[in-house]
């Protein structure tokens, strides 16, 4: 159970419930979801199991694909459908070739302004607290990168499309900011994440499913090892002389490196593997692959931020 869930979430309960819910099915201490899903969207929820849980900050900026419905001409406070409606303009105008050309110029790297009902804190206070007390505060801009954004279909003033983007995008924000550059408005009607990462819907498993694989004994084989999810990372293979060391959590020296990417910088991450395969720690860089090149054999050339053995 040290291993990471690929959980489908319906529309209706909340991230925490589901994780609670995971808890409870498969009598886990420790569970943690990579990305919350509001209650009225649906999809991947990646949830890590017991010591897994320590490679959650490794994974939350994995980049996450959504389809999504807007509805055009109706503009909410909460930016999707559960707000109150602040503006209402007619929408029959607007052709699909527009909305095509209007996604279009949202593709690449982006300003956004979080929303006002968000988990999003300004002096430490949630922005949805402060929201539901009537409070609207600034919020500064976030960069992010919209990888891909692929119109779908549209149907009255319903507009369906597919966007691949950096963690952190909030998708409500994206139509409501795409019906600013139509003249209508629009919120966000429908949302479903596809995939975080490598995790999708086609390999994701819903509540019930997991029961099942629970009584049946099947789920070790529908459960993502360590190895698998964090395969993203540049890696390094060290001596194995040395694994004992990293588990005691001594940095990587110079000479217990056998093998490195190609290129490397202070602040990345890359995951150290032994001779068997096994992930034993997640590092950073001290230097660059040409720093790391003049360094003393006995130089500290990799600092552990997370130990896995």
């Known amino acids: 159970m040290n291993n990471i869930l690929n959980l489908y979430k319906p529309v209706g309960p909340s991230s925490f419930f589901m994780v609670q819910s995971v808890k409870r099915t498969l009598k886990v201490k420790k569970a943690g979801h990579i990305g919350t899903l509001d209650p009225k969207a649906e999809g991947v929820l990646p949830i890590c199991l017991d010591r897994s849980t320590r490679l959650i900050q490794f994974l939350v900026s994995l980049p996450k694909v959504y389809r999504a419905t807007m509805t055009l001409g109706i503009a909410t ?3 999707d459908a559960t707000g109150q409606v602040l503006s209402t303009q007619d929408a029959n105008s607007i052709t699909e070739p527009q909305v095509r050309e209007v996604l279009a ?3 690449g790297e982006q300003e956004q302004i979080p929303p006002m009902y968000s988990a999003k804190k300004k002096n430490g206070v949630p922005l949805y607290k402060l929201a539901r007390n009537g409070i609207t505060t600034d919020r500064k801009p976030v960069t992010l990168q919209i990888y891909s954004i692929d119109f779908l279909k549209k149907e009255d003033n319903q507009v369906t499309f597919r966007v691949k983007c950096s963690a952190g995008t909030y998708i409500r924000t994206l139509c409501h900011d ?6 209508c408005g629009a919120h966000m009607s429908q949302l479903v994440r596809e995939q975080v990462g490598r995790f999708d819907v086609q390999s994701s498993l819903t509540i019930e499913e997991l029961s099942q694989a629970q009584d049946d004994g099947t789920l070790a084989q529908k459960l993502l090892e360590t190895e698998t999810v ?3 990372l540049p890696e390094i293979k060290v001596n194995p002389d040395f694994v004992a060391s990293i588990a005691h959590g001594k940095p990587l020296t110079k000479i217990a490196v056998m093998e490195t990417p190609e290129h490397f910088q202070p602040g990345m991450n890359l995951r150290v593997t032994g001779e ?16 790391f090149r003049t360094l003393d054999p006995r130089d500290t050339a990799f600092k552990l931020k997370r130990v896995l053995i």
């Open 105 to 107: 110029g949202f593709q």
């Open 230 to 232: 964090l395969d993203f």
């Open 276 to 291: 068997d395969g096994r992930i034993a720690a997640i590092v950073e860089p001290v230097v660059d692959e040409e720093g």
């Open 178 to 183: 795409v019906g600013e550059a139509l003249g």
């Open 77 to 79: 406070d909460t930016q």
